[in-house]
């Protein structure tokens, strides 16, 4: 069973930045690919940024390119969310979810990809 745990959630304006942080125990944090997703009121649960495991390759959302970045340390088990100008609509939970058995350079984009998830952390932004 692999643990995921989520942090650095908070309120910021509009065109802030805010940094999410996800730690992932229990298996071999190289064996497994790691993504962030997004939840809003009354909304379905959506995919945000992938890294592969290796931390070579990465995917994201269109509503993300160039403002967000994520990134992974295997050394200290954890990825990363860089998340730059922020919008009202970037207002969701986010949720780091962890990929087991996948290809060295996957990057998942469906939820269902994942098996392991976080509790989510609220994420604000006002304007």
């Known amino acids: 069973q692999v643990h995921v745990v989520e942090s650095g959630g908070g309120l910021v304006q509009v065109g802030g930045s805010l940094r999410l942080s996800c730690a992932a125990s229990?298996?071999?944090?190289?064996?497994?690919?790691m993504g962030w997703f997004r939840q809003a009121p009354g909304k379905e649960r959506i995919f945000v940024a992938a890294?592969?495991?290796?931390?070579?390759?990465?995917n994201y959302a269109d509503s993300v390119k160039g403002r967000f970045t994520i990134s992974r340390d295997n050394a200290k088990n954890t990825i990363a969310l860089q998340m730059n100008d922020m919008a009202v609509e970037d207002t969701a939970v986010y949720y780091c979810a962890a990929a087991k058995d996948r290809s060295y350079y996957a990057t998942p984009a469906q939820a269902n990809d994942y098996d392991y998830w976080g509790q989510g952390t609220q994420v604000t932004v006002s304007s």
């Open positions: 229990g298996r071999p944090f190289i064996d497994l690919a």
């Open positions: 890294i592969s495991r290796g931390a070579g390759w990465t």
